[in-house]
């Protein structure tokens, strides 16, 4: 059950050990992880506690990445899977196609990264065919108020469900689509360019399952989201558009919870497969930039 992690380099079965601890927070999920230093070698023993503690709580809050460099950030990312490229490749860090700039921040009028990254809830690319098994978000610039993140266990909302409501959904697949709000988001907002006919041929609606089973932990977790998910396959259009409203509603309540308040230099690493996020959103006038890397994880079944 357990997915194959990429083969570790020797520099990463020598490397010595580091002294660190993993902190739960108190809550839904999320943990922190105090005195592990990123950009030096973490070795096999290490990493496989990281690996553990990720599983099991889903996101993890690396503090005080300082010193960590974006080659670093894209190497460590590398270890659990393939990267995937972002599709507005106009937002990439120049020179690391797998970095995407989230920031509100513009210069000379022009944005320097995708400044309305997750303003609905979502799980980042549930559009492509593999979706991704987790992204690490690392803060570069923080404001000084507001810009939290906030994450939804999706194993929990999958557990508390009724029993006849889980019977119906557990069969069930739903569209998935990058496009879904695109018109919505470009009204709003300078972060979204028109996507060229190439662009738009990288994101097709896919069918994920509504329900799925995590594939290195065996638990299901729901699989929909209002920014991703269109419809539901098979059944009419109004019950696809209630039964969504209400998994949509049911998912992120907030004792699914963790809020992320950002500290310096924080890096954030979430599972894909078992949470859902939302930007709790910057006000206009306060710079925030962070670079997120995206691995790529299995076909959802
Ligand atoms: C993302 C994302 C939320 C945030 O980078 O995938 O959804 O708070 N970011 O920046
Ligand atoms: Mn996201």
């Known amino acids: 059950m357990s997915a194959t992690l990429a083969p570790q380099t020797s520099a990463a079965a020598t490397a010595p050990a580091q002294t660190f601890d993993i902190r739960p927070f108190v809550g839904p999920l999320g943990a922190e992880v105090i005195g592990l230093d990123l950009s030096r070698p973490v070795n ?16 993890l809050v690396f503090r005080d990445q300082a010193s960590l460099t974006p080659d670093q950030h894209v190497a460590f990312s590398g270890r659990f899977g393939p990267l995937q490229i972002h599709v507005l490749n106009t937002f ?22 995708l ?55 557990a069969p069930l697949k739903a569209e998935h689509h990058y496009l879904a709000r695109y018109a919505e988001l470009q009204a709003r907002s300078p972060w979204r360019p028109n996507l060229s006919p190439e662009q738009v041929a990288q994101v ?12 290195e932990t065996g638990r299901k977790g729901l699989f929909v ?6 419809r539901i396959l098979g059944v009419p259009e109004d ?52 670079y997120r890397v995206t691995i790529e994880g299995d076909v959802a079944y």
């Not at 990439?92 to 990264?113: D, M, Q």
């Not at 896919?206 to 799925?212: F, L």
């Open 44 to 59: 096999t023993d290490d990493f496989r506690r990281i690996h553990q503690a990720h599983l099991d709580h889903h996101v």
């Open 92 to 113: 990439a860090l120049p020179g690391h196609p797998e970095v995407l700039i989230v920031s509100n921040i513009l210069e000379n009028g022009k944005p320097i990264g």
């Open 115 to 169: 400044g309305d990254a997750g303003v609905f809830w979502h799980s980042d690319l549930s559009y492509k065919e593999k979706p991704s098994l987790g992204s690490l978000l690392h803060a570069h610039e923080l404001p000084s108020e507001g810009g939290d993140t906030l994450f939804a266990n999706q194993h929990l909302a999958w557990d508390t469900l009724s029993a006849e409501l889980k019977k119906t959904i």
């Open 204 to 215: 097709k609606p896919v069918a994920q399952p509504v329900v799925r089973t995590h594939p």
């Open 225 to 230: 989201s209002e920014h991703f998910t269109t």
């Open 239 to 290: 019950e696809s558009r209630a039964l969504l409203a209400e998994l949509f509603a049911h998912s992120v309540q907030p004792q699914f919870q963790y809020r992320h308040q950002w500290q310096p230099h924080d890096l954030v690493f979430w599972d894909n497969r078992s949470v859902l996020h939302l930007a709790a959103g910057t006000p206009d006038h306060l710079r925030r930039k962070l």
